[in-house]
């Protein structure tokens, strides 16, 4: 197994860490306080650049199955869980005080984020190990395959909140909304009703693809028999184009431009790039 990996590097107080349990399959997981709430911190200095080391160690083993005709090299996927030593939370969503503050929140930290996962170039899994509210369901809906406990042992809901709490979705959320469910039934339960999913309910729609009896170690293990299966797909290098053409509208929607720039904005949004 390779050494663990910190994020932000160099910090501290880590709030991600990456492992490495085979040599084709990443693990992320997020321990960003007890319940994940996406912060800029999260996103953009441990969780993009996570996605970027994976991506990094995964082509330079596609590289090498290439040089060697040994195309099992190239197999590849990437788990992302909630943290290990709870039960409760896969994510919480965002820190609204936070986001609903700051207009390079969306355009800048979170969008670019679901763009990356959604067309990323090895099949992605969701370990949903507890609640998973708006921001957080919606990072889920951008990976390939989503697994989450049955909540039999510990109450454990899906829901898009935001109709209730008074806040507008970005362009991206609605994009994935559509991309993923073409059902209007199940959309407008979602979005306009805010239902709470239980697992059983989310399985029946179509929003997961398994739900597992246990707790955060079960849900991880099914989640790696999913990647184990799906990762033989990354071999020919063609996953992410695949996808890019399959959610082409989805990404020129979450590519819209939706803010009111002027200088002192594109600098804060220059500023959390660099």
């Known amino acids: 197994m390779a050494q663990a990996l910190k994020y932000p590097v160099n910090d501290p107080e880590p709030i991600l860490t990456?492992?490495?349990?085979?040599?084709?399959?990443?693990?992320?997981?997020l321990h960003n306080g007890q319940?994940?709430?996406?912060?800029?911190?999260?996103?953009?200095?441990?969780?993009?650049?996570?996605?970027?080391?994976?991506?990094?160690?995964?082509?330079?083993?596609?590289?090498?199955?290439?040089?060697?005709?040994?195309?099992?090299?190239?197999?590849?996927?990437?788990?992302?869980?909630?943290?290990?030593?709870?039960?409760?939370?896969?994510?919480?969503?965002?820190?609204?005080?936070?986001?609903?503050?700051?207009?390079?929140?969306?355009?800048?930290?979170?969008?670019?984020?679901?763009?990356?996962?959604?067309?990323?170039?090895?099949?992605?899994?969701?370990?949903?190990?507890?609640?998973?509210?708006?921001?957080?369901?919606?990072?889920?809906?951008?990976?390939d395959y989503r697994v989450m406990t049955d909540g039999r042992k510990r109450n454990a809901w899906l829901c898009m909140n935001e109709v209730h709490f008074g806040a507008r979705w970005p362009l991206s959320f609605a994009a994935i909304l559509r991309a993923k469910f073409g059902d209007h039934r199940l959309q407008r339960k979602i979005a306009l009703e805010g239902h709470r999913f239980v697992p059983s309910e989310a399985l029946a729609a179509g929003i997961l693809d398994y739900i597992v009896e246990g707790k955060t170690a079960d849900v991880l293990a099914k989640a790696e028999e999913v990647a184990e299966v799906a990762s033989a797909n990354a071999r020919a290098g063609v996953w992410g184009l695949i996808k890019n053409d399959l959610y082409r509208d989805t990404v020129r929607a979450i590519e819209q431009e939706t803010r009111l720039i002027d200088a002192s904005i594109e600098d804060a949004a220059a500023k959390a790039r660099l």
Do not use: Y
């Open 18 to 29: 990456l492992t490495r349990p085979k040599d084709h399959i990443w693990v992320i997981e």
């Open 35 to 143: 319940d994940n709430r996406l912060t800029p911190r999260l996103i953009d200095h441990s969780f993009k650049p996570a996605l970027d080391e994976v991506e990094r160690q995964w082509r330079e083993r596609w590289r090498e199955a290439a040089a060697t005709k040994k195309p099992d090299l190239a197999k590849g996927a990437l788990i992302i869980v909630g943290r290990r030593d709870q039960d409760k939370f896969f994510s919480n969503g965002l820190d609204f005080a936070v986001s609903s503050k700051d207009m390079n929140f969306f355009p800048v930290t979170f969008d670019p984020m679901l763009k990356r996962l959604l067309t990323f170039p090895i099949p992605t899994v969701a370990a949903i190990n507890g609640h998973c509210f708006a921001g957080g369901l919606m990072l889920s809906l951008a990976c």
